[in-house]
């Protein structure tokens, strides 16, 4: 059963930092890009960031850009979202997601992506 689980997350003052976690397990990604979502109460998902399946290719939110920073480890099959500076804004349900490479114009479509981790919580406080 191929899953993605994640960790990480909860709360924290503005201008902290959290570090979230998704492993990847049922088979390799490797060969996935692999992407970070979020949905606030009441929003739809919006994408946060992507790192293609080599870890070369990365692209962000102008919301996040500079402050957020994605990576993965292909040995662990595990990707990761580092946040820095947070904002009462980016309070949200934080997702991370798995799918085939695809071209530039589909790369922030949740549609893009197969796999979705089970969410978790992160809340910053003012």
């Known amino acids: 059963q191929v899953q993605l689980v994640q960790s990480g997350g909860g709360l924290v003052q503005a201008g902290g930092s959290l570090r979230l976690s998704c492993a990847a397990s049922g088979r390799t990604f490797s060969s996935d890009a692999m992407a970070w979502f979020r949905q606030a109460p009441g929003l739809e998902r919006e994408f946060v960031a992507r790192i293609s399946s080599s870890g070369i290719s990365k692209y962000y939110a102008d919301s996040v850009k500079g402050r957020f920073t994605i990576s993965r480890d292909n040995a662990k099959n595990t990707v990761y979202l580092q946040m820095n500076s947070l904002k009462p804004e980016d309070t949200a349900v934080y997702y991370c997601?798995?799918?085939?490479?695809?071209?530039?114009?589909?790369?922030?479509?949740?549609?893009?992506?197969?796999?979705w981790g089970q969410g978790t919580q992160v809340t910053v406080s003012s």
């Open positions: 997601a798995a799918g085939l490479p695809g071209p530039s114009g589909s790369w922030s479509l949740t549609a893009s992506y197969d796999y």
